[in-house]
């Protein structure tokens, strides 16, 4: 059960922030409604809030999932992998350390929380352009030492590993149909998220819930099949700065 979340309002400048999807500026007052209704819907899934300001230096700082690796009994403070998000953790270290023993990633290592993925034991580390063979060592020692298994795995074409592929519990994950190493999640009960819809294999799991990304009828079919109550999401203005559902939050 996860109890508590970190999430971070979008500044005035998200719309300055790193994408790649040529979907048009984001409108700031949309933002800020999807941001709230984001949150409502971790509240009622359980979640404890902790909000934290905007900060219009870093136009990308709402994404806090990037920024650490959290579990109930322990953190991560990743070093991010884009130059211009660097320095975002910092803040994100000040929140978590009265309630976490703390790791760090330490340079040359670059990492993304947006790259792992925990599935109940396991940890799935994404080498991407974001986390590299440092950061994903770093990492894996550490988890090591608290006893889970960890695998590294490549992706490819997408942002982060988990654009591609995210675990709902139960056995079940969700995988993009073109994601590369997907041959590797054969132990899995592997929900297919066809291409017309890749942006909803970014579903997320919280407690009794799966949050989806509204507008996405084929992989929002296929979760409530397997028995879990849905929440959908707007996310429009979200998905125009390369983020999903998991990015805007950090859950323990
Ligand atoms: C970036 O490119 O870093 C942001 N515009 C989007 C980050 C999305 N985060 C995530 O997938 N975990």
């Given at each position: 059960m996860f109890t508590k979340a970190i999430v971070r309002k979008p500044a005035e400048t998200f719309a300055n922030g790193i994408t790649t999807a040529n979907l048009g500026k984001p409108d700031y007052n949309l933002t800020l409604k999807q941001h709230e209704a984001y949150c409502k819907a971790l509240i009622k899934c359980g979640l404890e809030l902790i909000v934290l300001d905007a900060d219009p230096n870093f136009p990308d700082s709402c994404f806090v999932e990037d920024t650490a690796v959290v579990t109930k009994n322990f953190g991560i403070i990743a070093r991010p992998g884009d130059q211009r998000r660097l320095g975002e953790e910092v803040e994100i270290k000040k929140v978590l350390k009265p309630l976490l023993k703390l790791h760090y990633i330490?340079?040359?290592?670059?990492?993304?929380?947006?790259?792992?993925?925990?599935?109940?034991?396991?940890?799935?580390?994404?080498?991407?352009n974001r986390t590299n063979l440092s950061g994903s060592k770093q990492l894996k020692e550490v988890l090591s030492a608290y006893n889970y298994d960890v695998f590294s795995v490549p992706v490819c074409n997408l942002l982060h590993f988990k654009t591609g592929v995210n675990y709902l519990g139960e056995n079940n994950l969700l995988v993009h149909t073109e994601f590369c190493s997907k041959d590797d999640f054969m132990s899995y009960n592997r929900i297919i998220v066809d291409n017309d819809?890749?942006?909803?294999?970014?579903s997320l799991r919280i407690n009794d819930y799966v949050l989806t990304p509204k507008g996405f009828p084929k992989t929002k079919a296929s979760i409530e099949k397997l028995g879990y109550q849905i929440i959908e999401l707007e996310m429009s203005e979200f998905q125009k700065m390369d983020g999903g559902l998991s990015c805007l939050s950090l859950r323990f």
């Open positions: 330490k340079e040359p290592g670059k990492l993304d929380g947006g790259d792992i993925m925990q599935a109940d034991e396991k940890f799935y580390i994404g080498l991407s819809e890749e942006y909803a294999a970014n």
